[in-house]
């Protein structure tokens, strides 16, 4: 993909995303290194061609395999939200789908485990990376729920799918003072959670409605 590509035109300009910038300020974004990672990641090369001249609003896209792309307010919040203590060194993310979200992270991140349980999608999502010349991405076809426990512990984890609930697995492969935020519920009814862990045990809140694809187990 050529510089212009990534720079975008027309429907994917940099006016485009500013506008986008101007709406997540709007909507209560307030980290300015993450509003600046959205502004400067072409969210556009994540989805399928014909679907780019919409890949700067505010909307969850299909990218095949029964998948979205989050919107990008969410990927905003729940990038924030893993921030909120500091820049963590170590994340894992579960469900890398496109590569849009572990991007971000990787951008404000010394490193990035992500699982995806679709192989295609973590073929596509690698060639992004690689056109954005991110090489602290490290990805593997795996099983969410099972997390990446010999590469752990991290100081924060993000989930892109939504479990019923969060799974042990996944808490006990935080560090201490280290932050994991989910979407969890059942597919009529989600909210946003931010879990932390605190020595040995485990502090939640539940803080908004969100609305993701379910958390399966398995590989495909």
């Known amino acids: 993909m050529n510089e212009t590509n990534l720079e975008g035109i027309g429907f994917t300009s940099r006016r485009t995303r500013d506008r986008l ?14 509003l600046e990672v959205m502004r400067q990641t072409p969210r556009h090369i994540f989805i399928d061609e014909a679907l780019a001249h919409r890949a700067y609003e505010d909307s969850s896209l299909p990218i095949g395999h029964g998948q ?3 919107q990008p307010y969410i990927v905003a919040r729940m990038t924030e939200l893993l921030m909120a203590q500091g ?3 170590r994340i894992l993310e579960i469900g890398s789908g496109c ?3 572990t991007a971000v992270l990787a951008q404000l991140a ?21 056109q954005l010349k991110l090489r602290n991405i490290n990805a593997r076809v795996g099983d969410g729920f099972e997390g990446w426990a010999e590469r752990g512990p991290f100081d924060g984890i993000l989930l892109a799918a939504a479990p019923r609930q969060v799974p042990p697995a996944l808490l006990q492969q935080l560090a201490p003072g280290g932050v994991l935020v989910a979407p969890v ?6 909210v946003l959670e931010r879990h932390w862990r605190d020595g040995d045990r ?19």
């Open 21 to 34: 910038i101007t709406r997540l300020e709007a909507a209560g974004i307030k980290d300015a290194g993450v």
């Open 68 to 70: 979205t792309i989050s």
């Open 87 to 89: 820049r963590p060194s």
């Open 99 to 101: 590569g849009y979200q």
């Open 110 to 130: 010394e490193r990035v485990w992500t699982v995806e349980r679709i192989g295609p999608l973590l073929t596509r999502a690698r060639r992004h990376w690689s």
């Open 185 to 190: 519920g059942d597919r009529d009814e989600q």
């Open 202 to 220: 485990f502090l939640a809140e539940a803080l908004e409605p969100v609305r993701f694809v379910p958390m399966l187990g398995g590989t495909l």
